[in-house]
């Protein structure tokens, strides 16, 4: 497997060097010197309690990486739910309570950031998901959209496309003209850059409209 490139963000030198000490002999992780901190797949950040300045210095770091992919593993308590959202945004992928913060469960988190894999405790998880409800109910769904990409129409006609029908027969179930239908297929699959129908079907299904 190769390896994951990490830095270490920590709140006071000690953690920093414990972290980096039991991370160092395994070669799946591969810890970068300060001056090439930037180049990370990985920041994994320690602190105690979670604050707003451990924010600051997350999304400091976050702007000064080279790698646009750079994801955050966080390693803290106490965090609070407006804490976790700005994280998210910061690429924060997991979430770990320091009494949880075994080897085993840093590797674990750390090379599963890399592969885009998250790990939460179960506040986090039920956090995200009632802020998503929210996005998609009061900002998204008034106008239309969804959090997958696709617009609600674009949902309808791509629902019947999974179902086997054709342009004609699309046109007739939902009261538009074929033209109608081949824009708006063709409007979702050039902008998510989707290859054909059945890759835009693969899609929905994947992100779960369908």
């Known amino acids: 497997?190769?390896?994951?490139?990490?830095?270490?963000?920590?709140?006071?030198?000690?953690?920093?060097?414990?972290?980096?000490?039991?991370?160092?002999?395994?070669?799946?992780?591969?810890?970068?010197?300060?001056?090439?901190?930037?180049?990370?797949?990985?920041?994994?950040?320690?602190?105690?309690?979670?604050?707003?300045?451990?924010l600051d210095a997350i999304e400091q770091a976050v702007r000064d990486a080279a790698n646009p992919r750079m994801r955050v593993v966080l390693v803290g308590d106490m965090v609070r739910k407006q804490h976790l959202l700005r994280a998210v945004n910061c690429g924060l992928i997991s979430l770990i309570p320091r009494r949880e913060a075994s080897t085993e469960r840093l590797l674990r988190a750390v090379i599963g950031a890399r592969d885009g894999r998250a790990e939460l405790p179960t506040q986090g998880a039920a956090w995200l998901l009632d802020w998503a409800r929210t996005v998609q109910s009061d900002v998204l769904t008034p106008i239309g959209l969804t959090t997958t990409g696709l617009v609600t129409r674009e949902v309808e006609v791509i629902k019947l496309l999974a179902d086997g029908l054709e342009t004609a027969a699309i046109a007739q179930r939902l009261n538009y003209s074929e033209r109608t239908i081949k824009n708006i297929i063709h409007g979702a699959m050039s902008r998510l850059q989707l290859r054909n129908r059945a890759h835009a079907v693969a899609y929905a299904f994947r992100t779960g409209v369908i």
């Open 1 to 54: 497997m190769e390896s994951v490139s990490l830095t270490v963000l920590a709140a006071d030198p000690i953690s920093g060097a414990g972290a980096a000490a039991l991370l160092r002999p395994y070669p799946t992780v591969s810890l970068l010197a300060a001056e090439r901190s930037a180049e990370a797949d990985v920041l994994l950040v320690l602190a105690g309690e979670v604050t707003t300045e451990t």
